[in-house]
């Protein structure tokens, strides 16, 4: 349809038939759907359901075509449902985490990886995915930073971008799907990292650290955007006028249809801003809220809002058009069904070509932090390695969001040892449960299997194993659904079951190499007391195991680099590379600097840095050379470094460009990431690696809240991970 049919098409529209295009419905109505929020009679009438636009996490191709032909006839203008999902890190085929998918520093990869993933969920009837998820996060507490993309600003701009690329393209060709970006705004740093909490931002730094993601998005032309459960500045955003019309809309022009998180429009009135769902609506609509997600605040009192004149019909129509231009944008008035085929879903999902890839996204996601002694890459068929651990056999390798995948679908770490290397030298053991008998998991979707192992059976198998090994791996980690929505942590440690299985096997086998399973950085310090190698592999996905195989055993080197710190202790957090100096800097002195921002009693800095990550060879890089000491508005420095692979195998290292701005009219931070480059080198091999530098990357909210640069002197630093000192120095000329 054009613009012109639309606004047709609206004009003859009922109220209750525009309001019903601005309420979008869980599955379980429909019987089947997946619960991801808090669910509850919602009071709604047949009529309702009938008038109601959306159906978010029903999935499938005969599913939804079958939903969609009935909707549409029964509907009086026959205006097609739109279908919304949660695919946040792939559909069928699971690639790692969102965080892990941060730690590749390949938004080409990661792209395709959203490709891969709107393809198949296109065929089974989804319209619209409820990713990327920028939210800057600097507490690994919050459950949800497996979601995110990492600590930096930058890099989280990168990747969300690619996502919506990858999913969107051009949304009327087959294989695509709308984005949703969420969550607007802020709600990455709640107090105490505890999910859904308050949260405190100064204006400066919310536009600094926490909208330039989301601008990115919305600059790659992310279809939708998603409001956040967390008040900033004390108002919830569902009803936060002026972050929605005069942020969102005016200031960083997103034209596009806005839906409220979960049951947000009637979670207003316990956040204590409305007295009931009618005032509650009200306060959203008002704000700019097209649908509301799960709340019967829209469907059961917009209608008497209007007609009491307390809300102009205008709003519905602005947010009404907002969802018809959504569906048109999608096709869906000319072909309702979209992409949904059930011969194309079953040829798409989890094919080979997906595992692949899947495969590839893990293997250039895992970030080895340490490595003596050569304890990896193992030496196939020459030593006996014992894998043992709950995470060696276990297929809850996807994450908490991958909710629509078959956990049978994942290929173990065992299953692909088995495949890859000879029965002679490698055996495996559980040793410990994953969760200590008193842990607490509650599933969002999936039930959680009642772990039914003999623990004190299974340790002592362990450490005869252990015994008997030329070396250990230790497939240790959280469970899956200790971190995601709702899954904030106080402590960051390993369980005590795992700890106990740590500990006992190190007293009799110290060749051990930890391969950490988790959504989130840990403690590590005891681990790596104990541990030799330790690498970190997230939430792998799908194909984690065959990756993790390959890897373990040197057919692929690690290449990941941290998006997000390993704090040396929970106590640390918030924690980010990318801090301001403050008055009293501490670098590391502690007899020195008796009054620096630091800790009496632990480190001040992270156990691993963000950006840092090891390789199975080494690196070297030459000081930063310029070609130019002065910068000009309009013109470009050029830095260079030369890096060599000064190893004996190839291997690929990410080159870090960061930025200081010495003084500012505001305090700035001690660097910030600008640019990187990945460089992959064979042995004895070296590259230059150039880095181009305008007056815009040095552009800052200033004193008087305008977004320039101003003159005066910058250091730049150029290595391997954040905490580089290869420094060189240039100036802005007024
Ligand atoms: C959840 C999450 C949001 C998700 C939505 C739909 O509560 O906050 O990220 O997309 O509800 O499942």
């Not at 842990?439 to 340790?459: C, N, R, S």
């Not at 801090?579 to 501490?586: A, E, H, I, V, Y």
């Not at 001040?604 to 000081?623: D, H």
């Not at 080159?655 to 701005?661: P, S």
Request: net charge negative; with cysteine.
């Amino acid at each position: 349809m054009n613009q012109q049919q639309l606004k047709e098409l609206l004009a003859q529209m009922s109220l209750e038939e525009k309001i019903g295009q601005l309420v979008q419905l869980p599955g379980y109505f429909q019987n089947g759907g997946t619960i991801t929020g808090p669910a509850g009679d919602l009071g709604l009438t047949q009529e309702d359901l009938r008038l109601a636009g959306s159906y978010l996490s029903v999935i499938g191709a005969e599913k939804t075509r079958a939903l969609q032909e009935e909707y549409m006839a029964a509907h009086p203008h026959h205006i097609p449902l739109i279908f919304m999902d949660d695919i946040i890190n792939g559909y069928r085929t699971v690639f790692p985490v969102p965080l892990a998918q941060g730690c590749t520093f390949n938004p080409d990869l990661v792209q395709q990886g959203a490709s891969v993933a709107a393809k198949e969920a296109a065929a089974s009837g989804v319209h619209v995915t409820f990713s990327p998820m920028a939210d800057l996060v600097r507490d690994a507490r919050w459950g949800r930073v497996m979601e995110s993309t990492g600590e930096d600003a930058y890099l989280n701009g990168l990747m969300a971008a690619a996502m919506v690329r990858g999913y969107q393209g051009d949304l009327k060709k087959k294989g695509t799907i709308a984005g949703c970006l969420k969550h607007f705004a802020g709600y990455g740093a709640p107090e105490g990292g505890r999910d859904y909490a308050n949260v405190e931002l100064s204006l400066r730094t919310l536009k600094e650290d926490y909208l330039p993601a989301y601008k990115a998005a919305i600059d790659a032309g992310v279809a939708m955007v998603m409001t956040s459960f967390n008040t900033l500045d004390r108002v919830p955003s569902t009803a936060n006028k002026w972050l929605m019309r005069d942020i969102l809309r005016d200031e960083m022009g997103f034209d596009g249809a806005l839906i409220s998180d979960w049951g947000a429009v009637g979670e207003l009135v316990p956040h204590g801003v409305a007295a009931d769902f009618a005032q509650a609506a009200q306060l959203a609509i008002e704000a700019g809220v097209d649908m509301d997600m799960v709340s019967p605040s829209y469907a059961k009192h917009l209608k008497t809002l209007v007609e009491e004149g307390k809300v102009d019909e205008k709003l519905i129509d602005e947010s009404c058009m907002r969802m018809l231009e959504l569906k048109n944008k999608l096709g869906l008035f000319e072909n309702p069904f979209r992409d949904a085929a059930k011969e194309e879903e079953d040829a798409l999902l989890l094919c080979e070509e997906h595992r692949k890839a899947a495969q590839d996204c893990a293997e250039k996601s895992f970030v080895l932090l340490k490595n003596e002694e050569n304890m990896l890459p193992l030496r196939s068929g020459q030593e006996k390695v014992a894998f043992i651990g709950p995470f060696v056999n276990n297929k809850f390798l996807c994450g908490s969001w991958a909710i629509f995948s078959d956990d049978q679908d994942t290929v173990t770490l065992k299953d692909a040892l088995e495949k890859q290397e000879s029965d002679s030298c490698i055996s495996f053991a559980a040793g410990s449960r994953v969760m200590d008998r008193d842990g607490v998991v509650q599933g969002f979707q999936k039930q959680i299997p009642e772990e039914t192992l003999d623990e004190e059976f299974a340790l002592s198998q362990a450490i005869e194993m252990a015994r008997g090994a030329d070396k250990v791996v230790l497939a240790l980690g959280e469970h899956r659904e200790f971190s995601g929505e709702a899954s904030s942590r106080g402590s960051l440690t390993l369980p005590r079951c795992q700890q106990r299985l740590l500990d006992e096997v190190a007293k009799v086998n110290q060749n051990i190499t930890v391969v950490l399973f988790c959504g989130r950085p840990m403690d590590l310090r005891d681990v790596q007391n104990k541990a030799k190698a330790i690498l970190v592999a997230w939430f792998p996905g799908t194909e984690g195991g065959p990756a993790l195989a390959r890897t373990l055993y040197g057919h692929c080197a690690p290449q990941g680099k941290l998006s997000m710190a390993f704090p040396w202790s929970v106590s640390q957090l918030p924690l980010h590379y990318n801090q301001l100096s403050t008055g009293r800097p501490f670098h590391g002195d502690y007899k020195a600097a008796r009054f620096g921002s630091k800790y009496q009693d632990m480190p001040r800095f992270p156990l691993y840095p963000f950006g840092f990550g090891l390789s199975y060879t080494t690196f070297s890089c030459s000081p930063v050379t310029l070609n130019k000491a002065v910068l000009k508005k309009g013109d470009a420095i050029t830095a260079a470094v030369t890096v060599k692979n000064t190893g004996h195998c190839t291997g690929t290292e990410t080159v870090q460009l960061y930025i200081r701005d010495v003084v500012g009219s505001v305090a700035r931070p001690v660097r910030e990431l600008k640019g990187f480059r990945q460089v992959t080198l064979r042995p004895g091999e070296e590259k230059e690696v150039c880095f181009e530098i305008t007056e815009d990357m040095l552009r800052f909210w200033d004193i008087h809240m305008n977004y320039v640069s101003e003159p005066g002197e910058f250091h730049l630093f150029i290595g391997s991970d954040s905490t580089t000192e290869n420094k060189a120095a240039f100036t802005l000329e007024a």
